[in-house]
């Protein structure tokens, strides 16, 4: 088995490069869908959190009131590691078991937004980072998104730097290009993951 980290900033296409993976072979455990998953209706995340952060977290209908629990905990740094401690753990457990149900000659594609953030690299045998400059980004964001340009800027400003993620890449798929550019690129690097996991 090959367990990859896959990263990049908002905007750069990283979800476009984990679907193209997926449709080669690759089996993708998304951080960001488990943590969803981990907080849903009728789990033990979703008790604790609300026994952490009280009834106001929570939608008429039971599910989590995710801007709610966002105005409790960004901008306050002991809330915001209150809620990891609830959901990292549930996020790791998850994703090991997603893993270990993969075969022995699977590529594993961990797909970690904030794998440069929170010093991950070391988790996996390869880093692969989607890179785009920031001026696409941004009006990726802006076209695709629809954000306004001081919210995107903010965003990404709260993201590593371009040059802290290259900095842990062992392999890097530029996507400052149109889609038909990226998927060459995306067939290039999953043929050196297979020579590897050969090798």
Do not use: C
Request: aromatic share 2%.
């Amino acid at each position: 088995m090959l367990r990859i980290g896959l990263t990049g900033g908002i905007g750069a296409g990283k979800s476009e490069v984990s679907r193209q993976l997926a449709e080669l072979g690759a089996v993708i455990v998304d951080s960001d869908l488990i943590a969803r998953e981990v907080v849903a209706p009728g789990t033990a995340g979703l008790k604790a959190v609300v026994a952490e952060f009280g009834p106001g977290v929570l939608q008429a209908d039971g599910a989590l009131d995710r801007p709610a629990l966002g105005r409790i905990v960004f901008g306050d740094q002991q809330r915001l590691a209150a809620l990891n401690a609830i959901v990292h753990p549930l996020v790791r457990a998850r994703s090991a078991e997603l893993e270990s149900s993969a075969g022995p000659d699977a590529i594993v594609v961990h797909d970690v937004p904030l794998l440069a953030e929170n010093g991950l690299a070391p988790l996996y045998e390869l880093v692969i980072v989607v890179d785009a400059p920031d001026e696409v980004r941004l009006e990726r964001l802006v076209r695709l998104r629809g954000m306004a340009a001081e919210e995107a800027r903010a965003r990404m400003a709260a993201q590593a730097t371009r040059e802290d993620r290259l900095a842990v890449a062992d392999l890097v798929i530029d996507n400052g290009g149109t889609l038909d550019e990226l998927a060459p690129r995306v067939r290039q690097v999953w043929a050196k993951l297979t020579e590897h996991l050969a090798g």
